[in-house]
């Protein structure tokens, strides 16, 4: 009885053709007695259960491969997220540096427009400032003390509007820069929501294949019915 459970004279298969069947008897009955050896129906169901069980084993090697091309799969769906989260990290650093970077060139234009103001205003008071018989007369007649006290008053009001520009803009970048954290933790929240989302389907995604190889292997084993044979 051969792998696939059909019945050939052994003599048949040997290619000494001068071999007979009791030639081959003699030979084996030393070691294989006819009362040892199974019948030609025990042979065969012998011969049908090693196939069964190879085809389990081959069944169990797709069910292998297949396992191995969802995790292939998975891993690599898996690194491309990991990748876009890592781009898009950078990308928000970079981002943060280019805002920092404006808001530094801001406050410096904001400085240099006061000192140059500052600066406007005292060249012109050196240049309408009276000199000679006239800062004289100014100082005895106190015009120049009232002068001095008017721009005193023009100086603070100057101050406290340039004040209050710095923090019109401090609280304008302020602005700008919890909008820009706002939109930036919007997109790592989403991220974070499509690595959760892919976890889920990767899990589902297994158990998917698991419940389909175990039926597999069950119609299998109930050689061949999808449903239970009556």
Known sequence: VDYYGDVHSLPKLIDDKQVRLADVKSFLGSEYSSEELPSVEEAQDLAKHHRDNDKVLVKKEEHSEEREILFRSQTERAQK????????????????????????????????????????????????????ITAFLARMSGAAFVRRLLQERE????????????????????????????????????????????????????????RKQRRELAVHQRRGYEHMPK
């Open 81 to 132: 997220l990991k990748d876009e989260a890592a781009f898009q990290a950078q990308q928000h650093n970079t981002e943060r540096q280019a805002q920092l970077k404006y808001f530094k060139t801001e406050r410096e234009q904001l400085e240099e427009q006061h000192a140059r103001t500052n600066l406007e205003v005292e060249f012109k008071r050196q240049h309408n400032a009276p000199s000679g």
């Open 155 to 210: 100086d603070r009001l100057r101050s406290e509007a340039q004040h209050q520009q710095h923090i019109a803009q401090e609280a304008s970048l302020r602005d700008e820069r919890q909008k820009e954290e706002l939109r930036q933790g919007l997109e790592m929240r989403e991220l974070r929501r499509r690595e959760n989302a892919q976890k889920l389907t990767f899990t589902r995604e297994q158990q998917s294949l698991d």
